[in-house]
Nanobody, 127 residues
Framework: QVQVVESGGDLVRPGGSLRLNCSVS????????IGWFRQRPGKERRGVTC????????FYAESVKGRFTLSGGMGGNTAYLEMNNLQPDDTGVYYC????????????????????WGQGTQVTVSS
């Protein structure tokens, strides 16, 4: 049974930092992409960052470029999201997604490619 578990969310002040963890177990097929998505109440789940197994590096939403870093994941059991200089607009529930089908390039920022999700972890940025 596939399990995806996120952790690391917290309440931080603007300018603060967090590291989110995504732990994957029970997935015995090829992981084609790992992504982090943010969702706010009443809004759709939006891609924050992702990487594929094509050695293309990580892709980022414009709003987080230069502040967030995705690492780990491909070929391992855990992916990490380092978040620096957090701002109130970064607030939301962060979900980790796993894709079991091929996807290339920044298309991995689209949630439609992901079939496996964790329960989410809350990030709140407020003074």
């Amino acid at each position: 049974q596939v399990q995806v578990v996120e952790s690391g969310g917290d309440l931080v002040r603007p300018g603060g930092s967090l590291r989110l963890n995504c732990s994957v177990s029970g997935f015995h097929l090829t992981i084609y992409a790992i992504g982090w998505f943010r969702q706010r109440p009443g809004k759709e789940r939006r891609g924050v960052t992702c990487m594929t197994n094509n050695n293309e590096g990580a892709f980022y939403a414009e709003s987080v470029k230069g502040r967030f870093t995705l690492s780990g994941g491909m070929g391992g059991n855990t992916a990490y999201l380092e978040m620096n200089n957090l701002q109130p607009d970064d607030t939301g529930v962060y979900y980790c997604g796993i894709s079991g089908e091929p996807v290339n390039g920044p298309a991995c920022l689209r949630s439609r490619w992901y079939s496996y999700w964790g329960q989410g972890t809350q990030v709140t940025v407020s003074s």
